[in-house]
């Protein structure tokens, strides 16, 4: 089956560091996305990992290992403006670029 | 810069109404999706597209169709619609590139609600 766990909530205080987990256990893997979702937006693109290792871009930060099926989504540095949705997505080996989400954490930043 | 465009925010329906949500993108991608989004279940795919006239089901197609006529164009149908059905629909776009870090790109929304 195809199965991608995340926490569901997190809490972090404004210019902390947190670490988002998510798992997965999929049919095929063909890279692993993380998306930003405010409340009542559509989700944004925030970064890709096809290979193993730690992809850095700014303030946000991901890393994969695929023998382990487990990614984080790590945010430094945090802001106010930080509190969102983060959604996991694995894209699949076919050529239709079909994503399967997990349920997405949602973190709040508090002063 | 990508855009994917719904053809509303909010839409309010009676039970039995046939619904239709358009979604149009301007990037000539050869991918489009319908999500709906419910809390605590995340983002679920309900029918997706590779190709004009082409459709695949994907995890929840009951209750729905769809139509793709046009490359840039993606409707979803709401035959009769349900009060289960209310919920965020989301549409998002691709191209077929799917060996680069090519992402989905997902248009604002609709909220529906069915009576």
């Known amino acids: 089956g195809q199965n991608i766990d995340q926490p569901t909530e997190m809490t972090a205080t404004e210019g902390a560091i947190v670490q988002i987990n998510c798992t997965y256990q999929?049919?095929?893997?063909?890279?692993l996305f993380w998306y930003q979702q405010h409340a009542g937006e559509a989700p944004t693109f925030l970064s890709y990992?096809?290979?193993?290792g730690l992809e850095e871009k700014g303030r946000f930060s991901s890393f994969l290992s695929r023998s382990k099926g487990y990614s984080y989504l790590l945010l430094k540095e945090l802001q106010m403006k930080d509190s969102a949705s983060y959604l996991c997505?694995?894209?699949?080996?076919?050529?239709?670029?079909?994503?399967?989400f997990g349920q997405g954490t949602t973190l709040q930043v508090k002063p | 810069d990508v855009k994917v465009t719904q053809s509303s925010r909010y839409l309010v329906k009676r039970t039995g109404e046939k619904v239709f949500l358009e979604c149009v993108q301007d990037?000539?991608?050869?991918?489009m999706f319908w999500y709906r989004q419910d809390p605590g279940l995340g983002l679920r795919l309900i029918y997706f597209?590779?190709?004009?006239?082409?459709?695949e089901k994907g995890d929840i197609p009951e209750g729905y169709s769809v139509s793709r006529e046009k490359k840039e164009r993606f409707s979803l149908i709401l035959e009769s619609a349900s009060t289960n059905q209310t919920s965020m629909y989301l549409c998002?776009?691709?191209?077929?590139?799917?060996?680069?870090?090519?992402?989905?790109?997902f248009g604002p929304g609709t909220r529906l609600l069915v009576l």
């Open positions: 998002a776009s691709s191209s077929t590139l799917t060996s680069s870090q090519e992402t989905q790109y």
């Open positions: 999929t049919s095929g893997f063909n890279g």
């Open positions: 990992n096809v290979l193993d």
């Open positions: 997505a694995v894209r699949d080996r076919s050529n239709t670029g079909k994503l399967i």
């Open positions: 990037m000539d991608h050869e991918n």
């Open positions: 597209s590779y190709d004009v006239k082409m459709k």
